[in-house]
């Protein structure tokens, strides 16, 4: 049974900063590429920063600078360090993990943690 547990969501002031953690289990998660997805009331959800397996990372626009992805395999987690909080940053942000088999992938959600930038 595969598992992506988000945590590390909550209030926190414009200028803030958090850090969410996705704790895997259930998948090899060194062979997966793993990613963090935000979506806010009324919006798509959307790409916030993603990871290879090999560690490359990639980054939304709008986070550029300010947020940082990270993984420790050994711990089967991935990280997100977001500095500058930004009100617009508000959302539900969602771990995702891929696993590219050829002509599938496998492709799991975590159930999201809200994140509030408020004042």
């Known amino acids: 049974q595969v598992q992506l547990v988000e945590s590390g969501g909550g209030l926190v002031q414009p200028g803030g900063s958090l850090r969410l953690s996705c704790a895997a289990s259930?998948?090899?998660?060194?062979?997966?590429?793993m990613g963090w997805y935000r979506q806010a009331p009324g919006k798509q959800r959307e790409l916030v920063a993603s990871?290879?397996?090999?560690?490359?990372?990639n980054y939304a626009d709008s986070v550029k600078g300010r947020f940082t992805i990270s993984r420790d395999n050994a711990k089967n987690t991935v990280y997100l360090q977001m500095n500058s909080l930004k009100p617009e940053d508000t959302a539900v942000y969602y771990c995702?993990?891929?696993?590219?088999?050829?002509?599938?992938?496998?492709?799991?959600w975590g159930r999201g943690t809200q994140v509030t930038v408020s004042s």
């Open positions: 995702n993990a891929r696993r590219d088999l050829g002509y599938y992938a496998n492709v799991y």
């Open positions: 990871i290879t397996r090999g560690g490359n990372t």
């Open positions: 259930g998948i090899i998660f060194s062979l997966n590429d």
